[in-house]
């Protein structure tokens, strides 16, 4: 009796030191050495629900300002955060701890950025893929906050155009996690590209699972059941291109479209997956390019060298922002005039003689 | 002595006469429903056709898409479910208990009716088949979440762990299908994670007679937070050998899986699926109609009274937990196995709490708790599938298809639900 309570109480408390790992700021003194200049500054980052591993935004900001820490010859405190509770604690302690730049993510950690913000007017915060402007007002909420924002339906519309192009069963499709702006931004862009082509070549491509307004939502953002049926339903519909936008969620239509025994192709959505997910690669016919990593360490950068400026930034094709990947093993596969097309239509694009309409469009 | 004997219940049972027999509940839920239906038709008329198709391309034979206005067809359901909510009402009115029937015609009316309303004008077909076999699908986990919920809860032990029993089925799975090549060895090891999840349950509400909501809520944060831990550390940097599993081959029955709609819905699935059907009927079978069921639910009613006719109750409670973990753990390999070949950090996103509703507006009853995860399935997919075909709800609206529905079956068409009597009662010997 006595060794079981034992036994119990070290499995608490093992289960607690565990815990306490994975949400204490990881810090290596001593690793700044590598670089010439070390600098006293400190820039710190906190990941949303998804974690640093969720081969999107959080992976790539945190790449981002990793590299960003490292050319400043010091070390970036990062906090992960375990659920939508642990923001604002994570944010605070982030604050005690000296930071002078703090880089949240995302639309869920919003709220909480502009209230630590508005607290500590002193140090600047960098805000990955939301505008921080919870009233609505057009606004961000606190001067000292740089908004990230990507405007991939650009991207999406090439992504669009070229899978119209290459769909031989003239039906393509996509869903989404949620029907969040960051989201049906990407479907709304790639059903413009979808029917720009239509409108060139006199065809009739269908998109399925958006339809300008609304579409298929999984409701979530885990590679699950739910999205795997959903991602069914679409293929089931006959399409051969399908986009799924929202971290995982693409691994489940990747699922969907082995039991479905047909040739589909995966679109994929902020970084190269056949890059990221090597194993994507037989199927993935090209990804919607969301440069993350690279405008978050130009952020840190700058805030490092005491150059940052709390204007917004919007990735665009123009500025290389947002891109669309290469085509890899699509290569041989796609219609080269179709590629070419592609090519000019970005240009077209950047040129402002082909208007992409999305709510980050000015 | 014999006469007073006869004498005296006679009051009270003619007390007891008078008490109505049957509720105007199932009559009022129908009626509300299908008035809610009618202000949709009303409201929002949907002009156009409704394609229905029934046929994959292996079938005996192809039923050809059938095309159907959709305007007319809904009207005509609601029509059919008034009469059954009037049915319902002149039963009760009787005093007659409403045919389980009734409230079934009523509720395929309205779904036949608000799927052609939602359908319609749409050129894409709705696919009859794509719907039920990813209701199956989606219910996966839920059942055999609910067979686990059931087995613990009838011993006596309320099990708010199904959630943490399916992620750690699902986590163990991964790890050990992959490093085997093997679904087999990683469903099997999956039935072990459930199984040590049960244990710790057990260890703390049997043997210490911790409060079980508490000990289940406490277990779920720690399956998801090791899961979550060892996913990024372990299972992320070695992604190819560690988190990479061979799934399980679909294998059609023979003959079966030709017969159209039921054959591609029921007769063209994983092992898991199979197993999933018998395992409904086995776990009613253990529990009603053997010594070893009839056990565990006398600990789950009245532990002393069992503990006096000399049934070792811990062990008893001990027996049905292990079992009720090797269910869920099960279960929990659906997500790893079969669904997709890898695990993701939370991927059960709340499905052992559906479960647990499932298991409850089943009133612990197995088959009962089945068709309740099956319900849920199916709502889930028919959300998926409207939004597909293009319907006129808005999507977000869409997303709360599934919980409307097991509200309304909970509150509307299920009576009261009876939880075993001794459920979340610690047993101390006295």
């Given at each position: 009796m006595k060794k079981a309570v034992a036994l119990t109480a070290l499995a608490g408390v093992a289960a607690l030191t565990l815990a306490a790992c994975g949400a204490a700021p990881e810090e290596e003194p001593g690793a700044g050495t590598t670089s010439a200049a070390a600098s006293d500054f400190v820039p710190c980052m906190v990941s949303d629900e998804g974690g640093f591993d969720d081969k999107s935004f959080n992976q790539l900001g945190f790449e981002g300002a990793t590299k960003a820490a490292d050319e400043l010859g010091t070390e970036l405190t990062s906090v992960e955060s375990a659920s939508a509770a642990d923001y604002k604690?994570?944010?605070?302690?982030?604050?005690?701890?000296?930071?002078?730049?703090?880089?949240?993510?995302?639309?869920?950690?919003?709220?909480?950025?502009?209230?630590?913000?508005?607290?500590?007017?002193?140090?600047?915060?960098?805000?990955?893929?939301?505008?921080?402007?919870?009233?609505?007002?057009?606004?961000?909420?606190?001067?000292?906050?740089?908004?990230?924002?990507?405007?991939?339906?650009e991207a999406a519309f090439l992504a669009g155009y070229l899978a119209a192009g290459y769909s031989e069963a003239g039906k393509v499709g996509t869903f989404g996690g949620q029907n969040f702006p960051t989201v049906s931004i990407f479907m709304d862009g790639f059903k413009q590209g979808v029917d720009h082509y239509n409108a060139?070549?006199?065809?009739?491509?269908?998109?399925?699972?958006?339809?300008?307004?609304?579409?298929?939502?999984?409701?979530?953002?885990?590679?699950?059941?739910?999205?795997?049926?959903?991602?069914?339903?679409?293929?089931?519909?006959?399409?051969?291109?399908?986009?799924?936008?929202?971290?995982?969620?693409?691994?489940?239509?990747?699922?969907?479209?082995?039991?479905?025994?047909?040739e589909i192709a995966l679109i994929g959505v902020d970084a190269d997956f056949y890059e990221t997910d090597p194993t994507t690669q037989e199927i993935v016919l090209t990804s919607i390019l969301k440069g993350m990593d690279v405008s978050v360490y130009e952020a840190v950068l700058a805030a490092g060298q005491d150059e940052f400026d709390a204007e917004a930034y919007v990735g665009t094709l123009e500025n290389g922002g947002v891109d669309l990947a290469p085509l890899h093993n699509f290569e041989d596969k796609v219609d080269p005039t179709l590629v070419e097309e592609v090519a000019a239509l970005k240009e077209a694009i950047i040129a402002g003689e082909v208007e992409v309409t999305s709510y980050l469009a000015e | 002595m014999t006469a007073a004997t006869v004498e005296a219940p006679k009051a009270p049972e003619a007390e007891n006469r008078r008490i109505a027999p049957v509720s105007w509940k199932s009559a009022v839920t129908l009626g509300v429903v299908t008035a809610l239906f009618a202000v949709l038709l009303l409201v929002a008329p949907h002009a156009g056709d409704a394609r229905f198709a029934l046929s994959t391309s292996g079938d005996f034979f192809i039923i050809p898409v059938i095309v159907v206005p959709a305007m007319g067809t809904a009207w005509g359901c609601l029509v059919l479910a008034a009469l059954a909510a009037v049915g319902a009402g002149l039963f009760t009115a009787r005093g007659l208990r409403t045919p389980a029937w009734v409230p079934g015609v009523a509720a395929f009316a309205i779904l036949l009716g608000f799927l052609s309303w939602a359908a319609a004008g749409s050129p894409r077909d709705l696919s009859i088949v794509g719907l039920l076999s990813g209701a199956v699908l989606l219910s996966v986990p839920l059942v055999y979440g609910a067979l686990g919920g059931v087995l613990s809860e009838r011993a006596g032990i309320v099990n708010i762990a199904i959630e943490g029993q399916l992620l750690a089925g699902a986590f163990t799975a991964a790890i050990v299908g992959s490093l085997t090549d093997s679904p087999y060895a990683?469903?099997?090891?999956?039935?072990?994670?459930?199984?040590?999840?049960?244990?710790?349950?057990?260890?703390?509400?049997?043997?210490?007679?911790?409060?079980?909501?508490?000990?289940?809520?406490?277990?779920?944060?720690?399956?998801?937070?090791?899961?979550?831990?060892?996913y990024s550390q372990v299972l992320v940097p070695d992604a190819a050998t560690l988190n990479t599993t061979t799934r399980f081959p679909r294998v059609g029955i023979p003959l079966l899986e030709n017969i159209p709609v039921i054959g591609p819905v029921l007769f063209d699935q994983t092992i898991i699926v199979y197993l999933m059907f018998v395992a409904v009927g086995l776990v009613w079978f253990a529990l009603f109609r053997t010594r070893w069921g009839l056990r565990v639910r006398a600990v789950g009613e009245h532990p002393l009274a069992a503990d006096t006719v000399g049934i070792d109750v811990v062990r008893t409670r001990y027996n049905a937990l292990l079992w009720a973990g090797a269910v869920a753990g099960l279960g929990g390999a659906?997500?790893?196995v079969v669904s997709l070949s890898q695990f993701n950090r939370e991927m059960t996103a709340g499905a052992g709490f559906i479960a647990l509703a499932a298991v409850i507006f089943g009133k612990w009853h197995p088959v009962r708790a089945a068709?309740?995860?099956?319900?849920?399935?199916?709502?889930?997919?028919?959300?998926?599938?409207?939004?597909?075909?293009?319907?006129?709800?808005?999507s977000q609206f869409m997303l709360m298809v599934p919980y409307v529905v097991t509200i309304l079956a909970v509150a509307g068409l299920v009576g009261r639900s009876r939880p075993p009597a001794a459920e979340g009662i610690p047993y101390v010997k006295g």
């Open positions: 604690g994570n944010l605070e302690s982030l604050v005690s701890e000296g930071c002078d730049t703090i880089v949240t993510v995302g639309f869920a950690l919003s709220a909480d950025t502009v209230e630590s913000a508005t607290a500590n007017p002193e140090v600047e915060y960098v805000l990955i893929d939301d505008a921080a402007d919870n009233d609505f007002d057009g606004q961000k909420d606190a001067e000292n906050i740089k908004p990230l924002l990507y405007n991939t339906a060139e070549k006199g065809t009739a491509v269908e998109v399925i699972g958006w339809d300008g307004t609304d579409g298929s939502f999984t409701g979530g953002f885990q590679a699950n059941e739910t999205a795997k049926t959903t991602a069914k339903n679409i293929i089931d519909q006959g399409v051969d291109v399908i986009l799924p936008v929202g971290g995982p969620i693409y691994q489940s239509a990747i699922a969907a479209i082995e039991d479905s025994g047909r | 990683g469903a099997l090891a999956a039935v072990l994670a459930g199984m040590l999840v049960s244990l710790v349950l057990g260890l703390f509400t049997i043997t210490y007679h911790v409060n079980q909501v508490i000990v289940g809520v406490v277990l779920n944060v720690l399956v998801i937070g090791l899961t979550s831990f060892l659906f997500y790893t068709l309740a995860g099956l319900l849920f399935g199916f709502a889930s997919n028919l959300q998926s599938v409207l939004s597909v075909v293009g319907s006129p709800v808005p």
